[in-house]
T-cell receptor
Framework: IAGITQAPTSQILAAGRRMTLRCTQD?????MYWYRQDLGLGLRLIHY???????GKGEVPDGYSVSRANTDDFPLTLASAVPSQTSVYFC????????????FGPGTRLTVL | GQNIDQPTEMTATEGAIVQINCTYQ??????LFWYQQHAGEAPTFLSY??LDGLEEKGRFSSFLSRSKGYSYLLLKELQMKDSASYLC??????????WGAGTKLIIKP
């Protein structure tokens, strides 16, 4: 059982390009999340999904979009990347019970030049 | 606004005990989580407190005082592998996690 996988592991991207970060979980979790982690700051929620077919905005959603076509996959898209989106991106999932533990993927290190 | 405060960095000696504090101000409270994050890796769950008091789990314990907006993580019998960042996170009234910036713990032999 892999848990949560993310792809790519790292990426260097030119500003203005479109990029999709992939996230897949095999735990049949209902809820999934995208965070970004920047030096000196706490993890910040970008978007979330409480169940397949629904998504919601987190603290820093601008410039990002998500979809949740099925239970397992939760891709994050940057429509037109900007340098301020340089960060480490973590996908997480939980059972869907609100106070349940969130389990994290290994992260994607994205650099936008 | 919502705020989670924890020290940026702490240093301790192998075999000793260290206490990492976390204070919070959030809109609502649905529990406090502690995660461990080794450099370059994903955060991993350590503990969850929703009621006041101490929760013990092996070498790690976590304490919560809701009236004071305060928690601490206590690590005993420190090992070199405990060198990591420790993240405090509070679940607010919307059931979203608000994260502190993390405390980098350096263990010296």
């Amino acid at each position: 059982i892999a848990g949560i996988t993310q792809a790519p592991t790292s990426q260097i991207l030119a500003a203005g390009r479109r990029m999709t970060l992939r996230c897949t979980q095999d735990m049949r979790h209902n809820a999934m999340y995208w965070y970004r982690q920047d030096l000196g700051l706490g993890l910040r929620l970008i978007h979330y999904s409480n169940t397949a077919g629904t998504t919601g905005k987190g603290e820093v959603p601008d410039g990002y979009s998500v979809s949740r076509a099925n239970t397992d996959d939760f891709p994050l898209t940057l429509a037109s990347a900007v340098p301020s989106q340089t960060s480490v991106y973590f996908c997480a999932s939980s059972s869907g019970i609100p106070t349940d533990t969130q389990y994290f993927g290994p992260g994607t290190r994205l650099t936008v030049l | 606004g919502q705020n989670i405060d924890q020290p940026t960095e702490m240093t301790a000696t192998e075999g000793a005990i260290v206490q990492i504090n976390c204070t919070y101000q959030t809109s609502g409270f649905n529990g406090l989580f502690w995660y461990q994050q080794h450099a370059g890796e994903a955060p991993t769950f350590l503990s969850y407190n929703v009621l006041d008091g101490l929760e013990e789990k092996g070498r790690f314990s976590s304490f919560l005082s809701r009236s004071k907006g305060y928690s601490y993580l206590l690590l005993k019998e420190l090992q070199m592998k405990d060198s990591a960042s420790y993240l405090c996170a509070v679940m607010d009234s919307n059931y979203q996690l608000i994260w502190g910036a993390g405390t980098k713990l350096i263990i010296k032999p």
